[in-house]
């Protein structure tokens, strides 16, 4: 499998920019992803295997892996590691009781050889939600102050309004240091399970992103 995605990576060339999206199902990765594109909320069902989507700044292309998390499928998140340079772990802040596996799950992969490099944004998602956790709060449980070796920001949001990505989204550019400008997102679809590939071209959440990047 790794050998797969190894081949799939080198067909894009050397311009691109990495990013693994994790996290426990259910957490809102996919949805993220979609209104990044899409600027809207997309029905989802859990994803098997990974979708990945290709979101341009200016001349730099990130190349979005959205990774299943199901409790099956975190054993084979190492195989998509090769070449990330960011890591955006979406937690659920509403879900208390699975925030120690969330821990666990991200000191193991900054243990990994292959993320040594890799900065890491974590959103802080449903915060529209009653009885959420804080940013602060979720940052206190996960230690973050202790992470010295990796760049990493912490970010509220709600995905299903898009509240907060955009600031997600410029952080991660400032550590490129890119022009703070989205372009038209093209989309790029690839299924691991199926082996095959679709390309459209719409509005994006990257627009949006650029009306408020600009205003700051």
């Known amino acids: 499998m790794g050998l797969i995605f190894a081949k799939l990576w080198s067909l894009f060339g050397s311009q691109e920019h990495k990013v693994i999206i994790v996290g426990l199902d259910n957490a809102g990765k996919t949805t993220i992803l979609y209104q990044f594109l899409m600027n809207e909320v997309v029905h989802t069902s859990p994803t098997i295997g990974s979708n990945v989507e290709e979101i341009v700044v200016k001349n730099t292309h990130f190349l979005?892996?959205?990774?299943?998390?199901?409790?099956?499928?975190?054993?084979?998140?190492?195989?998509?590691?090769?070449?990330t340079e960011f890591i955006i772990l979406v937690v659920d802040s509403i879900d208390r009781e699975r925030?120690?596996?969330?821990?666990?799950?991200?000191?193991?992969?900054?243990?990994?050889?292959?993320?040594?490099?890799?900065?890491?944004?974590?959103?802080?998602?449903?915060?529209?939600?009653?009885g959420?956790?804080?940013?602060?709060?979720?940052?206190?449980?996960?230690?973050?102050?202790?992470?010295?070796?990796?760049p990493w920001h912490i970010q509220s949001c709600c995905a299903l309004t898009g509240e907060g990505l955009c600031q997600?989204?410029?952080?991660?550019?400032?550590?490129i240091g890119v022009v703070k400008s989205f372009s038209i997102p093209k989309?790029?679809?690839?299924?691991?399970?199926?082996?095959?590939?679709?390309?459209v071209r719409g509005r994006g959440l990257g627009h949006?992103?650029?009306?408020?990047?600009l205003s700051k």
């Open 64 to 83: 979005m892996w959205d990774i299943g998390g199901q409790e099956s499928l975190r054993s084979s998140w190492n195989t998509y590691y090769s070449n």
């Open 99 to 130: 925030l120690s596996i969330t821990k666990e799950e991200l000191y193991r992969m900054l243990a990994h050889e292959d993320l040594r490099k890799a900065a890491v944004l974590i959103f802080a998602n449903k915060q529209d939600m009653k």
């Open 132 to 150: 959420c956790m804080t940013a602060a709060e979720i940052s206190t449980y996960l230690t973050l102050s202790s992470i010295k070796d990796h």
């Open 168 to 175: 997600g989204l410029e952080w991660m550019t400032s550590r």
């Open 187 to 199: 989309r790029v679809i690839l299924s691991s399970s199926l082996n095959t590939r679709h390309t």
């Open 208 to 213: 949006s992103c650029s009306k408020y990047l």
